[in-house]
């Protein structure tokens, strides 16, 4: 027997965020574009509007992500146990392991702390019920329209199209007993349990690197509107400048910063598997020529 989620919101609404965040960028970019064709109105807000379009593709990727399990996500229930699956993952439950099913209307309405993504309609996270204890959430509907399988370890949390039609099959089938003896597993696509999301080191050395480029940015626009619209950009031997440029040439260097950042986060990644402390060391050297472009640019601007 093979279910569908019960519908509800949370496709449509995650759906509708992700075409109201592209609107808003949409927006902002139209903005910035006619920033750059005026480079003279560079200001402390372009870098900030910026930002918010450069932390927008991380929004949209989740909201994206999380708006397709909600589509796919499917309830298979057989003699050997029930398979939740959904993109990007897959639990499995044993028959043997279920002793009882709890319909989540005769909880009361408890309070739930939990962790994870849920907005209306999408329920993906786990949280502790009282009276049940740890529960995994993979539902589309509130607590009290969802169906609890309670287990000797972690409950699941579940909210198939047809209920009573999944409670009586699931009865039939423990009536009958397991063709084969199957283990508790849960699976998820291999980018979601990359070590590198819980590398500190790597985090700590990305975040440095991006946040030395992204502050260069920052200080430039900010001091835009008072600079010189000629400086030099370089100097010979003697310390006479042999250079002359724009002031907006020297958002040159941040870019080209950003490009050897990319190129590093790139030939780091692909290392990763196999040398770690060879893509530490591509993305250390990366952050170090973010602050060389600093020094430059303040060699520039003083």
Known sequence: MSLR???????????????????????????????????????????LVGLLLLASVPLLAVLAYHSLSCLTLRYRLDRDGVTVRWLGGRQVVPIRDIHRVLPGSQLGGPVVHRRGVRWPGHERGEGAIPGIGQTLFLATRPLENQLLLITPGKALAITPARPDDFVRGLAARQELGPNRIVEPERWRAPWLTWSLWRDRTAGLVLGAATAINLGLFAYLCARFPRLDEQLPLHYNSQGLADRIGTKADLFGLPIIGLIILGTNLVLGLLLYRKERAGSYLLWGAAAVAQALFWLAVMGMVY
């Open 5 to 47: 989620a019960r519908p509800s919101a949370g496709a449509p609404l995650g759906l509708l965020s992700i075409g109201l965040v592209l609107g808003i960028d949409v927006w902002l970019l139209r903005w910035l574009i006619g920033q750059q064709i005026r480079p003279q109105h560079f200001t402390f807000l372009t870098f």
